[in-house]
């Protein structure tokens, strides 16, 4: 049944890692970011709490909860800028944030068909590669 593929099911927000690694899903509600599996940052300068993330109705916002500032660059605009702490900050599609000033930079990208582009597909198609082949192990 088409109920099967409810987009409640599946995750619409995705972050894309500069650094070309696999994109990290992000479910709905709030989600910590900082050193650990979620992200594979094992740097030290990066706290386990360093950020929170939260995705409600489709909307991206970030919260820095940490001393170590992060940084935001709009779609639009080249420049990576600090982020006041302890304060919310939207994130709109294209828009990135690091959590150093020069590392661990993450693109906010969306997995609604209407804003699907073919490099989405293609990471789609190779992620589902690496499930099945993952699950054949």
Not at 22 to 48: A, F, M, N, Y
């Amino acid at each position: 049944s088409s109920s099967d593929f409810s987009t409640s099911s599946h995750y619409c927000q995705w972050l894309a890692p500069a650094d070309g690694g696999c994109p990290v899903p992000l479910p709905p509600g709030e989600t910590l970011l900082g050193r650990g599996p979620l992200l594979g940052i094992t740097d030290k300068r990066v706290s386990r709490k360093h950020a929170i993330l939260e995705v409600v109705d489709g909307q991206v916002r970030i919260k820095p909860i940490h001393v170590n500032p992060c940084f935001y660059q709009s779609a639009e605009n080249g420049r990576l800028l600090p982020l006041e702490a302890h304060e919310w900050h939207s994130l709109k599609f294209g828009d990135s944030f690091s959590l150093l000033v020069d590392k661990y930079i993450f693109k906010v990208i969306s997995a609604h068909p209407v804003e699907s582009t073919v490099r989405y597909q293609y990471i789609k198609k190779m992620m589902l590669f690496s499930l099945i082949a993952f699950s054949y192990r």
